[in-house]
C-alpha cells in the first residue's frame, strides 16, 4: 500500500482496502483469482522467477489454488510431481508435443478417446511424426509395433465408448525395452480405481473434466509424473498457456472431495445395471469390464480395484433403436460429456466420436447401434426402471 495521507479517490478506488494479509488460514481452499502476485522484496522475487523458491510470480504459470489441485490429484496417483491444463485434451496435446520431435515415431491404440486419436491421425503426422495405432486388446500386435522403436508409447484403459481394457503392466514393461516414455490417460478408471504409475507407466493423464470434477461444471486437464518429465511438459505448457483457470481449478477440488464416495456408488450402480442390461433381450451386448463375459475381465480384476462408472451397450435394431429409446430416459442427461453425478446417455455420433466421420467410427469399430451409458450417483434401482421403461418403448417401436 502506498503511504500517502491523502490519496485521491482515483487512488483509493485501485489501493483502498487490500491489505497483504487479507489470506487468513481460510478452511476451505480461496480461489485465487489474481493473475500476478507481490513482491517487497525484490531478491525473494528473484529467487521464486528462478524456482529456486517455491512461489508464484504469474498465474499462467502457477497459482495457488491450481497448486492445490494439482496436489490433490498428485497423491492420489501417487506421482512424484503433478501439473495441470485447461482441459484435458490441452493435457494429452502439451504431453504429446513436449514429447515428440520431427522423426521421432509413438505407437498407440485405435482406440483412444476421439480428441486424442484426431491429435495422432490429423496433427502430429504434419510434423512428421510416425504413428502407429494397434488393434487396442492385440496385446502381441502393440509389443511389435514397439519393439520396432518409439519415443512414445500411448494408452488409454478402460477405453471410450467400448470399455476394452488392455494390461497395463506388461505394455509398460514393453515401452521400457525400447526406451520409450509410457503415457496412460487414466480418465475413465481414475484413482480411486487404478494407478497407472504403480503399473509402470511414467506419466498419467486425466481429463478433470470427467469423473475427477464429478459435476458437470469446469473443464480441466491434469498430468502425474517423475518430477523431470512434468517440469518438461509445464515448461511446454506455462509458454504456449494452456492453463487451468483458478475458477476451475477451485470447482475441481470441491468435486474431488467425494470422489471416493461418488466412484465407489458409480462402480456399485454400474455393475448391477450391466448384469441386467446382459440379461434383457433388446439389448445385443453390454461392454463392462466388471462383467465376466467382458474379454478382458481377468486383467481388469488383476489391475482395477473397481470397474467405474462407464459402460456401453448395443440395441438390436440399430442406430433407429437408438434414436427412439434415449430420448424416452427419464433420468440421464443426453449430452456429450461423463462421470458426473448425473446419468448422462449418448451415441459416440454426438459424444466421444464426434470428432470423427461415420467411416471412421466403422473403422475404428464403433457400432452405430452403441449408447454410452455413465452412470451417476442416482439409486441405481430408478435407473434399472428407468432403463427398462424406454427399452420396452424401443423394442416395440423398432423391435
Ligand atoms: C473427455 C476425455 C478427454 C478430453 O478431455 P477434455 O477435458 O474434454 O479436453 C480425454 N480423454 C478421455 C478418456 C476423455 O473421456
Not at 520431435?101 to 480428441?115: A, N
Not at 486388446?137 to 470399455?163: F, M, Q, R, W
Not at 466403422?362 to 434399472?384: F, H, M
Request: charged share 20%; aromatic share 8%.
Amino acid at each position: 500500500m502506498p503511504s500517502d495521507d491523502h490519496p485521491n479517490l482515483g487512488t483509493l478506488s485501485v489501493w483502498a482496502g487490500e491489505d497483504e494479509d487479507l489470506l487468513q488460514k481460510p478452511s476451505a481452499v480461496p480461489v485465487v483469482h489474481s493473475v500476478s502476485f507481490d513482491y517487497r522484496d525484490v531478491d525473494e522475487w528473484l529467487e521464486v522467477a528462478l524456482a529456486r523458491k517455491r512461489g508464484y510470480i504469474y498465474s499462467r504459470n502457477t497459482n495457488p489454488t491450481v497448486y492445490a489441485f494439482e496436489e490433490k490429484v498428485r497423491q492420489l496417483e501417487g506421482g512424484e510431481a503433478a501439473t495441470s491444463f485447461s482441459t484435458g485434451m490441452a493435457a494429452i496435446s502439451n504431453t504429446l508435443f513436449t514429447l515428440l520431435s520431427p522423426g521421432d515415431r509413438v505407437v498407440s491404440l485405435k482406440d483412444t478417446y476421439g480428441g486424442t486419436s484426431k491429435i495422432f491421425i490429423e496433427f502430429l503426422p504434419r510434423f512428421q511424426v510416425g504413428v502407429s495405432l494397434c488393434d487396442t486388446t492385440d496385446h502381441e500386435a502393440i509389443e511389435a509395433a514397439v519393439a520396432e522403436g518409439c519415443k512414445v508409447l500411448y494408452l488409454e484403459s478402460p477405453t471410450n465408448p467400448t470399455l476394452k481394457v488392455i494390461d497395463l503392466a506388461r505394455l509398460a514393461a514393453a515401452g521400457h525395452g525400447v526406451g520409450a516414455t509410457v503415457v496412460v490417460d487414466n480418465t475413465f478408471a481414475t484413482p480411486i480405481n487404478q494407478n497407472p504409475l504403480e503399473l509402470g507407466a511414467d506419466l498419467v493423464i486425466h481429463s478433470a473434466t470427467k469423473c475427477l470434477g464429478g459435476h458437470a461444471d469446469a473443464l480441466g486437464g491434469v498430468l502425474c509424473g517423475p518430477t523431470d518429465l512434468v517440469e518438461k511438459i509445464f515448461h511446454f505448457r506455462e509458454i504456449n498457456g494452456a492453463s487451468l483457470h483458478p475458477m476451475a481449478a477451485y470447482l475441481l477440488l470441491r468435486g474431488m472431495k467425494t470422489l471416493h464416495l461418488r466412484i465407489r456408488q458409480q462402480n456399485e450402480s454400474a455393475l448391477k445395471i450391466a448384469r441386467y442390461l446382459e440379461a434383457h433381450p433388446f439389448v445385443e451386448r453390454v461392454f463392462y469390464p466388471g462383467l465376466e463375459s467382458h474379454e478382458n475381465h481377468d486383467i481388469a480384476r488383476r489391475q482395477m480395484r473397481g470397474y467405474g462408472g462407464i459402460l456401453s451397450f448395443m440395441l438390436k435394431g440399430g442406430f433407429d433403436a437408438v434414436r427412439t429409446f434415449l430420448p424416452r430416459l427419464r433420468y440421464a442427461h443426453l449430452a456429450a460429456n461423463l462421470g458426473a453425478v448425473e446419468t448422462i446417455a449418448g451415441p459416440p455420433a454426438t459424444t466421444s466420436h464426434v470428432e470423427c466421420t461415420a467411416e471412421e467410427r466403422e473403422a475404428l469399430g464403433i457400432p452405430e447401434s452403441l449408447v454410452r451409458y455413465s452412470v451417476g450417483v442416482e439409486d441405481p434401482e430408478d435407473l434399472i426402471a428407468d432403463l427398462e421403461q424406454a427399452l420396452a418403448h424401443a423394442a416395440q417401436a423398432v423391435g
